[in-house]
């Protein structure tokens, strides 16, 4: 290193400390404050440590509070490291001969702000502002808005993730998902259980016409999520039922509607009517999930009887 440039350093060195001093930092403090070792500050401003271009925005950033801060940093900065500052300032030949002399008196910590307009620069992003001595009171609220419109950029996404979950608990129903809502069988063993004026009905048995007929069935969520049936029934067809099937005329209980489960929550169904019409019938636990479908509920137990006539 030649002894120009170690002198380039130490005065660069030197003005760090007093701007550091100045403001009543510690080298540990700004150390914290631009991210690098106590080490690494030590040495710089002891003049054996050349800075790096991202270490040397940083210090602009915390120590050059004024005009005449920055403009002393970055000529400091521009002896003693004119490798980085070369890529990114070309200053016209003109200003670079009108500063030639405050370029020397910045060394000893000097400058004269007052009698000639300078050009103030940070390192990535170009001229930050003109100004005899303070930036106007236009810059400062072009400053404020850029900062504004940084924050509504960051802001923003997060905004629209949490209207979308909201919107999720509120409005969507997650699916009915085949297999997770099921029969439960009964202490008796039946999933579906039919009664006439008392009388319980296996398949084939008949029932005499008027008959209270009765049918019971239990239903649970198996799903590790909450589930809402819209509607849930014994869907009934006769006479025709047993040929037929769900073509038949439709003879079924009453609706229950709009039921929520939670998961492992269950829902006793229970309903009665009576059949005024002799023939075949069947019985069956249905329900109708968000989506408007109809389908029946596993493991799909239906139980098939006839109505006949009294003798």
Known sequence: MSSSRTTDLIEFGALVKSLRSEQGLTQRTLANQVGYAIDTIRKIEQGRYPPSEEL?????KFLATTPEDQLLLWQATRHARPDILAAQFD???AAATQNSSQTESSRSRGIDAETASVQIYSLADGPVFESQDQPTATHTVIAIFKTFNIYVLMGTPIVLLLLAWLGTRLFYQPPVRNGLIGL???AEGAYLTVEADGRHINNGDSIPLGAVVTVTFEIRNDDIYSATILELTAG???PGGHTLGWNAP????ENRRHIVL???ESYLYHSVRTFDEAGDYFVEAVMRDPQGKWGGIRPFYRVKFFV???P
């Open 56 to 60: 040397t925005q940083q210090l602009i």
């Open 91 to 93: 200053e016209p030949e």
């Open 184 to 186: 439960v069988r009964s």
């Open 236 to 238: 009934a067809r006769g």
């Open 250 to 253: 439709d003879r079924s209980f």
């Open 262 to 264: 939670k998961p492992g």
């Open 308 to 310: 006949a006539e009294s």
